[in-house]
């Protein structure tokens, strides 16, 4: 049977908390979904921390020392994916455009590389560009994500190159023919975000089209289409994701947990003939090293 690496996207920094009980936030809950979902078939799990007060986004490294820590301690292996992104929320005053207005929430390039720097991940995201994002702008400068890209090579981590636009693929081309990405790269295709590129066929065929040709890639769609999203890509020759960072439900109305939807994905492979790689495989076939991280 064909292989395909699965990620499971355990918590995000949405505001989903309040939406669906499951969502994760403490370390132990997080930790205690990446390990159901590493039994229920996950390759990866893909890490946020959340403030275990508010159930909010938390950048605090020590939340993610905790979580990472549990998880390399269990018995079930899963590849970690911590993510890079940090704080890029920006919302302009409307009294002062100039300034950050309530709500908006910015790192610098070394403040959201500290959890991988710290921690050792095998992977971790890399957002390759600004976007619109709902009602904020999320922001990326190009000189702060060359900064973010060297930081990750001279950790040793694998960056998955996160892509919610097609100028997204074309600065991370450019991360890769500058050195900053080295070997083979890997690209994630965030797909249906407002107001990012949409979900469907015709555009994971186009990303696909302005990869370099020893890329491997990943797709998600948010909502309804995160499952959708799991075949489309898988048949396109993709690896996917699934996971309460992305949707909170299993079907209309039923609220899901993340070994649930890991559990639908991989029933979906299932009937195409695939099954997930198992940890070690997707270390072997993607270069990952796991060096010992300060836990």
């Not at 064909?2 to 009980?21: P, S």
């Not at 018995?75 to 993510?83: L, P, R, S």
């Not at 619109?132 to 190009?142: K, L, Q």
């Not at 890509?233 to 939807?261: C, F, P, Q, W």
Request: charged share 25%.
């Amino acid at each position: 049977m064909k292989k395909v690496m699965l990620t499971a996207a355990i918590t995000g920094a949405g505001d989903t908390t309040e939406k669906n009980k499951h969502v994760p936030v403490t370390p132990e809950e997080i930790a205690d979904a990446a390990i159901k979902c590493a039994r229920a078939g996950a390759t990866v799990a893909h890490i946020h921390a959340r403030d275990p007060e508010t159930g909010g986004v938390s950048h605090d490294v020590e939340l993610y020392r905790e979580a990472v820590r549990l998880i390399r301690e269990a018995d079930e292996d899963i590849v970690i994916n911590i993510t890079a992104g940090g704080g890029g929320d920006f919302i302009p005053d409307m009294q002062n455009p100039y300034q950050a207005g309530e709500g908006s929430d910015i790192q610098t390039p070394d403040e959201r590389h500290e959890p991988v720097g710290e921690l050792l991940p095998e992977i971790c995201t890399l957002d390759c560009g600004s976007v619109n994002f709902g009602d904020m702008v999320y922001i990326s400068p190009t000189d702060w994500l060359r900064r973010q890209a060297q930081l990750i090579k001279d950790a040793g981590v694998k960056p998955e190159l996160e892509c919610f636009d097609s100028g997204h693929i074309r600065f991370a081309n450019q991360l890769v023919s500058e050195g900053l990405i080295e070997g083979e790269p890997m690209y994630q295709f965030c797909l249906g975000i407002p107001w990012g590129a949409d979900n469907d066929a015709e555009t994971i065929e186009y990303f696909k089209t302005r990869l370099p040709e020893n890329a491997h890639w990943s797709a998600f769609g948010i909502g309804k289409m995160q499952l959708p999203t799991v075949e489309e890509a898988a048949k396109r020759g993709g690896n996917v994701r699934v996971g309460l960072e992305d949707n909170i439900y299993l079907s209309k109305g039923v609220k899901a947990t993340n070994e649930e939807l890991v559990e639908k994905a991989v029933e979906i492979l299932k009937g195409l003939d695939m099954e997930p790689m198992t940890p070690q495989e997707a270390r072997e076939k993607y270069n990952l090293t796991q060096p010992k991280g300060d836990n």
